[in-house]
């Protein structure tokens, strides 16, 4: 289904631009392999324009992390004398990987804006950039040296919106904001604190009303996600941001979605987020076992998410619920009572994924200490949804397995749970709508004119079906076709920064290196 998957901007990198341009940084460009692969036919069209030499920065997932060292190793086969900067969740966690594979210069770990800024400028001005905090480098011995943390930008509103004009492709869905960033809570699977510690900040409410009107007005969004880690921590925030969203007409010219925390749903801000067409509200339920909750250190309980559901049905907003299979200790009763309590919760929308250790997180601590993770070269299997997203005969293995369960019977869950669910005739028909939300498929306009369209849907539900069918077998008959699939060798488990520990100071950037 991936071609019917919109495409948002990377975010992110949107945001670094945007940060670069306001300290005067005037040919920036952009280059998103989900629009277009970089080729060794292609790379010079889109470096043409750039100031010599050039400074990449190339920001990396951990499950792209493969294809990232590969545009690593073209760029420096291509433009000997670049500068190539790393970043990202996954080198903030394993700052080494690329330092050793000789694909970068520096690794910026860490919210990046400032960082970034100061080395540029450094680079460019031929100065040492060495000492600068939150970066990585190789000394001249080829070691790895690790700088101090940076400091957290105090203030979000001191970056700039987004310069949209980077992002002129008609592959793109612009229906995507972050208003905040950081989560407070300490869940093991997250890895999203090496970035941001416990920390929780978050944009003014007129910087918000001001991109959202550039979205709804300029570009002519109808439905916006909010990309806020935890959306409604702060009370006061949502209210003013609510009555401001009212004030401005905004409700009715768009519906907006979020993601946020079960116990962070306080009853006092639904009203609100009714009045200001908030349609869609998403939350990681996990799991429905208590037991694990507390071993995922989720630090809210089932219950309270069994709750919260009930809450957002009486403001009539939509709930989206995500669910992880495979926790460690986790068995195939679990998995039952999970899906139990999903269909006792009876949503708009849920989500099975497979649980998946990343680098930086006490989860992937635990898989290490079990001797059941599994890296497959280039980290590619280190997604997710790849359980959901490929078919049940991948080669591709699961990153982890509990004991007790193989890896066919987490797989057959996982699809199973999914394809059953997605097979109904209400999500079939939020599909072919185009209903937006956490989670949709966009159909092109007028899909049902375009004979072509309709045959590939066609395929892929035949595909789909297929799968869901041997998802029904009993696990032995799976068991054998998988003594037939040619698995990967797993790699040795890197080590990394003790990011469990790190901590962050908030305070203003330094401007002295404008």
């Known amino acids: 289904m991936s071609k019917y998957v919109p495409v ?26 989900e629009i277009q692969k970089i080729t060794p036919d292609n790379i010079l069209e889109f470096t043409k324009g750039l100031e010599q030499p050039l400074i990449v920065g190339i920001t990396v997932l951990t499950s792209q992390a493969g294809r990232s060292y590969e545009i690593g ?79 957290l930008l105090e203030n979000l509103d001191d970056v700039p919106i987004i310069p949209y004009e980077l992002f002129d492709n008609p592959k793109y869905n612009m229906g995507f904001i972050t208003g905040a960033r950081g989560c407070p809570y300490k869940c093991s699977y997250c890895s999203q604190r090496i970035l941001t510690g416990f920390t929780y900040r978050w944009h003014s409410t007129a910087r918000i009303l001001e991109n959202l009107k550039i979205l709804i007005d300029d570009f002519g969004q109808k439905d916006i996600v909010f990309y806020d880690d935890t959306f409604s921590t702060n009370k006061k925030r949502v209210i003013d941001l609510c009555d401001g969203i009212i004030k401005e007409g905004l409700h009715k010219k768009c519906a907006f979605s979020v993601q946020t925390r079960a116990d962070n749903l306080y009853e006092s801000i639904m009203p609100h987020l009714q009045r200001a067409n908030f349609k869609t509200i998403s939350m990681g339920l996990e799991t429905g076992v208590e037991r694990i909750a507390q071993e995922i250190q989720k630090d809210e309980t089932v219950q309270t998410h069994l709750e919260k559901i009930e809450l957002c049905k009486k403001y009539g907003i939509n709930v989206v619920l995500g669910m992880i299979y495979g926790f460690p200790t986790e068995s195939k009763e679990d998995r039952e009572e999970s899906h139990r309590v999903v269909q006792k919760a009876d949503v708009g929308f849920v989500k099975y994924n497979n649980c998946t250790p990343y680098p930086g997180t006490p989860l992937y601590d635990q898989a290490k200490q079990t001797g059941r993770l599994y890296i497959a070269p280039g980290w590619k299997n280190f997604n997710t949804t790849i359980s959901f997203t490929r078919s049940i005969f991948s080669s591709i293995p699961l990153p982890f397995v509990p004991e007790g369960t193989s890896e066919f019977e987490l797989k057959r869950d996982i699809i199973k749970r999914n394809l059953t669910y997605y097979f109904q005739w209400k999500i079939i028909k939020k599909m072919l709508t185009g209903e937006k939300g956490m989670g949709w498929v966009a159909l092109p306009p007028k899909w049902y004119f375009k004979p072509l369209e309709i045959i590939g849907l066609f395929n892929i539900s035949v595909v789909l079906f297929i799968n869901l069918l041997f998802s029904l077998l009993p696990p032995v008959f799976g068991e054998v076709v998988y003594t037939f699939l040619d698995r990967n060798n797993a790699i040795i488990p890197p080590k990394d920064i003790k990011i469990k520990s790190r901590s962050f100071l908030r305070a203003r950037p330094s401007r002295s290196s404008a």
Do not use: C, M
Not at 13 to 21: P, R
Not at 74 to 82: N, S
Not at 87 to 95: C, E, F, S
Not at 123 to 147: H, M, T
């Open 8 to 33: 948002g901007i990377p975010v992110a990198i949107g945001i670094l631009a945007a940060y670069l341009k306001k300290w005067g940084v005037k040919n920036i460009k952009i280059v998103d392999e």
């Open 73 to 151: 190793e073209l760029v420096r086969e291509t433009f000997p004398d670049a500068t190539i900067i790393y970043g990202g969740i996954h080198v903030t966690a394993l700052p080494g990987e690329p330092l050793e594979l000789g694909v970068a210069d520096a690794v910026v770990r860490g919210e990046g804006e400032e960082v970034l800024k100061q080395l540029y400028f450094a680079i460019r001005e031929g100065k040492d950039w060495r000492d600068l905090k939150g970066v990585s480098y190789l000394d001249d011995d080829g070691k790895i040296v690790n700088n101090p943390d940076a400091d």
